[in-house]
């Protein structure tokens, strides 16, 4: 339990580490901020497959491949339906997606809900017992999650926000990681049975946060290309970051 409430306060404190690189850099270019982005994704494709998928395949046994495409999809449906529920959630709490600042909060917003599942990836992770794939798991979120604290810093100055307000908003949602963290243990620790699924379900809700909100993001512009390379770096970087961890 104790390796699980550090690698919590790590997560934790790679989100404020962005947010404050946020304030440094508010002007940050739209290149500069899809290679980011990009680089981002490709870190989180491998820790998803390499640290989440592949596991579920292993501990399942037999049916190790049908338990994580299941899983892949039933954590792809969550977060889809997530989206869908999002006017919903933001009108009952008085959030207008026509106001420029409403905007800007259902970005944060989302960000944070897709935060949950991300931390119950890191606290699932600790049920294979494998300090490698912990580790690729974790450290790839709290990699990514830097960059992503960082993004949401600018719009929400720019919409009008306090600093005070901005930093605030930004460490809630850091906070819901921790939470899917702790939540993510229990469930492994209490249902070892449900392992496999777990793994694989996280996995998938991290594939559909790259595939669908990420990767489409950094292809916007004319710098599609440019971000490419640097997913394929990030997801490179974090396979290298796997075989040391593996060699130690």
């Not at 259902?106 to 606290?123: M, R």
Request: net charge neutral; aromatic share 10%; proline share 3%.
């Amino acid at each position: 339990m104790e390796w699980v409430l550090i690698t919590a306060g790590i997560i934790a404190l790679s989100t404020v580490i962005g947010t404050f690189i946020g304030f440094c850099f508010k002007n940050i270019s739209k290149k500069a901020n899809n290679c980011v982005i990009g680089f981002s994704a490709g870190v989180m494709l491998c820790a998803a497959v390499g640290g989440l998928i592949e596991p579920a395949i292993e501990y399942g046994g037999n049916f190790g491949v049908l338990i994580a495409v299941l899983g892949i999809f039933c954590g792809a449906l969550f977060l889809w339906l997530v989206d869908k529920l999002m006017p919903k959630i933001n009108s009952v709490i008085g959030v207008k997606e026509e106001n420029g600042q409403g905007r800007v909060m259902l970005l944060v917003a989302a960000i944070a809900i897709h935060h949950l599942p991300e931390g119950i990836a890191a606290g699932v992770s600790f049920g294979t017992g494998n300090m490698r794939e912990i580790a690729m798991v974790c450290g790839g979120i709290a990699i990514q999650n830097m960059p992503e604290a960082a993004v949401i810093i600018a719009p929400m100055l720019n919409s009008g926000v306090s600093r005070k307000k901005a930093v605030f908003i930004a460490l809630i949602s850091g906070g819901m990681e921790v939470i899917g963290t702790l939540l993510g243990f229990f469930f492994v620790t209490v249902a070892n049975a449900i392992m496999p699924f777990a793994l694989a379900f996280a996995g998938g809700s991290m594939m559909y946060i790259i595939i669908d909100e990420m990767i489409p993001q950094t292809h916007g512009e004319k710098f599609g290309a440019t971000a490419s390379f640097f997913t394929l770096f990030g997801f490179s970087l974090m396979l290298i970051f796997d075989t040391v961890i593996g060699m130690i």
